[in-house]
């Protein structure tokens, strides 16, 4: 099943269909009026299109394919052997749990193997996952494992730092909180000196 499908069989309803846009934003009027406002009145009456209009950037993800963004390669490498890093790769996520934002920066290394791949696609790979539902710890693993699969390097490294306002702004409400998640495969599980070089480096500006 491709990730198109897979979406699709996800977000379809048990009638076997999308909710309709209308769907949506009456969800929204609902939420509005659950919280003890009018969604009738002036300020709010076009909140549910916008937060509609919001929800399709914020979760543009599950309409991406990652293996396509990472088709085109290069192989004129000049016999480049040692790893690319590609640092502070800023990004808003939400959290799957309270629909929370997730703001934070990932760092990507890979190791190539006999071709590379333009540093603005190990970006747009991060807004792929970034952009759904997610855990920071599902996020990360995805990230590199993706990678992995449809670039076949010798190794990826990825680090990502990130606040969670599931903790800020609710709950416990403790601000600038970083969590750390880091997952490796290939030369930087293998080689502990590069993945000592790799998380050193992230230290450096």
Known sequence: MSVIETVNAIINDEEGRKPSREEAEEAVRTLIRWAGDNPNREGLIETPKRVIK???????????????????TFSETGDYKDFVLLKNISFESHCEHHIAPI???ASIAYFPNNC?????????????FAKRLQTQETMT??????????LNPKGVAVHINAEHHCMSSRGVHKSNVDMITTHFTGEFNENSEAKKRFLTSLKHN
């Open 103 to 105: 703001i934070g920066k």
């Open 116 to 128: 590379i791949v333009g540093i603005s696609k190990l970006a747009r790979i991060v807004n792929v």
């Open 54 to 72: 919001a929800y399709e950037e914020h979760f543009s993800g599950y309409t991406k394919n990652p293996k396509s963004i990472l088709e085109k």
């Open 141 to 150: 693993s995805e990230i590199a494992q993706c990678i992995q699969l449809h």
